[in-house]
């Protein structure tokens, strides 16, 4: 027994040396941890610190100037419009600019003082539930607070005010509303950067990318190839996803299919970027697979399929216009459940550009430097 425990103390020890004698390997090892698990601190967080709101205030007395000023000093709610009609409400919201909009009737105060129930509108963007639902809680909870200092004030039993709530986009609060349409571009970017980063690691590994560069083909033919196949996997896969969502998940697809499979064709080219980079960046399979795993998480939490951009750090929020599935996300998200048009999504399709012009050129100069 003794015997065999020095041997196994030996061979562990054999394989920590080979772990730990690289610096690369121990970067790998330390580094990624500590970036995960502060971005998990502070992105993959379910608390709302800023909830942007409009107010239609219709009653302009006592009773909702005091209630206004404990919404606006709760502390999470952010006023970004006070409106002056109903029909104002929509362009806030189908932009996003406002999460919810809240609207008090006329003559708050007559009914309150009368006794009875009077109601305030309450209506969310509800293309996130999580977010939607968390944000008619604190709303809720200020209604709370507001109600019981008015029953102490006035003597009465009853609560004076009750919210009616209506949700955009997701009339019934369903997360699978919210996540289904984002997981037709989350889940093909997950293949899609580890086919493309494997595919010249793996050559690179057997010794063929070597015979591929004595071959007829040029630097770009041999990019351009090896770029097409993982872009039409991961369309295949969104497609995939895109069926499930439509057809077996009853979520109802309102926009235009055309607008869709544009947005997610320039995503999954920049992905492909992404992951030739790191193909040519990496010296094995192995390298290959963790640096994309390690881009994979953060890639994820930042791209605001979890939880809102708005919630994060001002930095972390910087750092996801690098991240090519926010926009995606945005865009597959209100193309779906919008009905939006390519008008309305353009702005995500500029980054999404961007990012593209960036990585394939530097896919490309990296294959040129390191591999030639």
Not at 43 to 58: E, G
Not at 164 to 187: C, K, S
Not at 267 to 274: D, E, H, L, M, P
Request: aromatic share 8%.
């Amino acid at each position: 027994m003794r015997d065999f425990l020095h041997r196994v103390l030996i061979l562990c020890r054999k394989e920590l040396l080979a772990i730990f004698k690289d610096s690369s390997s121990r970067v790998i090892l330390v580094g990624p941890i500590i970036m995960q698990s502060l971005l998990f601190g502070y992105a993959a967080t379910f608390d709302l610190s800023n909830i942007p709101y409009a107010l239609l205030d219709q009653s302009h007395d006592a009773a909702s100037t005091a209630l206004i000023a404990k919404l606006d000093g709760a502390g999470v709610f952010h006023r970004v419009a006070t409106l002056q009609r109903q029909h104002d409400i929509a362009a806030l919201l189908d932009t996003q600019q406002a999460l919810l909009a809240v609207h008090i009737g006329p003559r708050l105060e007559q009914q309150m003082t009368a006794g009875a129930t009077a109601k305030i509108q309450l209506l969310i963007d509800a293309r996130n539930s999580n977010t939607a639902g968390s944000a008619a809680a604190y709303v809720g909870a200020v209604i709370d607070r507001y109600n019981a200092e008015w029953r102490a004030k006035q003597g009465l039993s009853g609560p004076p005010l009750a919210i009616e709530t209506r949700a955009w986009f997701n009339p019934n609060l369903e997360t699978r509303w919210n996540v289904m349409p984002g997981m037709i571009a989350a889940l093909s970017m997950v293949q899609t950067l580890l086919l493309t980063a494997l595919s010249v690691a793996r050559e690179r590994e057997q010794g063929t990318f070597d015979q591929l560069l004595v071959t007829p083909l040029s630097l770009p033919v041999i990019m351009i190839g090896k770029a097409i196949a993982p872009i039409l996997v991961g369309l295949m896969q969104s497609t995939l996803v895109l069926l499930i969502t439509l057809f077996w998940f009853k979520v109802p697809l309102a926009g235009s299919l055309a607008t869709l499979y544009l947005g997610l064709l320039l995503f999954t080219t920049a992905s492909v970027g992404i992951g030739l980079s790191i193909s040519a960046l990496s010296a094995n399979m192995q390298q290959a697979m963790l640096y994309t795993f390690v881009l994979i998480m953060p890639m994820m939490l930042l791209s605001g399929l979890a939880t809102p951009v708005r919630n994060m750090p001002d930095l972390l929020q910087f750092m996801t216009y690098a991240n090519p599935l926010r926009f995606a996300i945005d865009l597959v998200q209100r193309v779906y459940l919008e009905g939006v048009g390519l008008a309305t999504v353009a702005p995500d399709f500029v980054p999404l550009l961007v990012i593209t012009a960036v990585t394939l050129p530097l896919a490309g100069w990296l294959f040129r430097n390191r591999l030639i």
